[in-house]
């Protein structure tokens, strides 16, 4: 079986979120199943530099207003998968956010950029642009990759099959109804069935309807995006597809992540033996300027800063966190008033609070290595990854309950801590006061050495891997006919 892998990030080339991690591993995965996968990508510096010795597929000339567009084809040194990329320097080669602008905003030209990502994929599954490869399956990523299955449902053609994963509903690739000609699709996508949304085009639509399937990152969130709650005006959209739309949960690389194995902690250490992280904690707390004190519970963050990551929750109950004795680290990038609250915070917590604004890989697993517990309050989460690692290092996540974070974590109430069966601790409503109450749970627990071993013990006794992954999307690709 022949899959295409499409969307925009990939982990370590580029990555602004989980949906890098996600594209860096399940392609493994699946070549380990068996299955001759490949990636498409945008041509974004980065992933150029990275590309190893690439060759040039197909000259595909002026395209979406750029004048020269080419396919390439080499591999991506990290994982060795085979990957093509859409050579358009016009569209792609700037420096910064692969979605946004120096000023913060969208690309104005969003919808050609990632118009042709898509159109170029679909070229590769039906039009035949590398003459030796066709595949089975195009599998899109998030509305970056959501023109593909529209293209290939407007070619009568196609026989490949499409599969639409939907990482992140909220950010929906919405433009302006004049750019439609732009697209070069027949008029009748812009249809309510099809791409329009309220007077606008929509690239997340384009998957939703036009993808014969459509998942999701979490089972809990498949079900969530078909409620008014959830559904960011497109759960009625998500509701036509009935049965159509399923969840399978992400898992966790374990070659980036492994705290036996990571080179990016100062101390490694395993389930057998957690001395290494007793020494990661007091490196963090020294990196941090945090007091060096073993026995403050240290809570930490590691998040892109946006409204849905529910972090005004946080800030609201930092007294209630500081007056149960514990410390707070937060490393993260996004907003610039959260950014400042943050920092306003650590300023006026000297020793309890600290801050890392920006993006930093390695110190992300710093953070997580180093930590007791992992705070992850999202107002809603498709998945979730952060809590996943830091069920892998020991640190007890403290989420809330919502999304992917239902599935991956489970509340440490008498009768599960009873069952052995508890891995963290959960709170529903979006407030401080329960965010309060699951940190002083946390805080409880943590004083009492052996319930916080058993915590930590069955936590990174959780096997959440990619290969499991894997076999539900090949389960999948196969009940679409592919073989
Ligand atoms: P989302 O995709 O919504 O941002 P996930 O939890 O799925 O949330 O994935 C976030 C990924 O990005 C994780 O790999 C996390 O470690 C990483 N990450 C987030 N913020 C930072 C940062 N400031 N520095 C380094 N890594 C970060
Ligand atoms: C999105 C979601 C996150 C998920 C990630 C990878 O960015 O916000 O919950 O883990 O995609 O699927």
New binding site residues.
Partial sequence: MKVLQVGAEVFPLV???????VLGALPQALVAAGVDTRLLLPGFPAILAGLKKPVVVYEIGAAFGAARVRLLRGTVAASGITAYVVDAPYFYQRAGNPYLGADGNEWPDNAQRFGLLGWVAAQVAVGGLDSAWTPDVLHAHDWHAGMACAYVAANPGATVATVYTV??LAYQGLFDAKDFHLLGLPIAFMDPTRLEYHGKFSFMKAGLTNAERVTTVSPSYAGEIATNEFGCGLDGVVRSRGADVSGIL?GVDDAVWNPAADKDISHTYSATDLTGKAAAKAALQKTLGLNADANAPLFTI???LTP??GLDLVLAAIPDMLAAGAQLAV???GDAALEKAFTDAAAAHPGQVAV?L????P??HQM?AGADAML?PSRF???????L?ALRYGTVPVVRRVGGLIDTVADADDTALQADTATGFMFGPATREALALAVHRTVHAFHQPAVWAQLQQRGMAQNFTWSAAAAQYLALYRELGAA
């Fill in positions: 990555k602004t979120g989980g949906l890098a991690d990482h992140n992400n590691v998040s892109r849905q990551k490393q993260g990038s890392r920006g993006y930093d890989e110190f992300a997580i992850v989460e498709p998945c979730g990854l952060t809590q690692y």
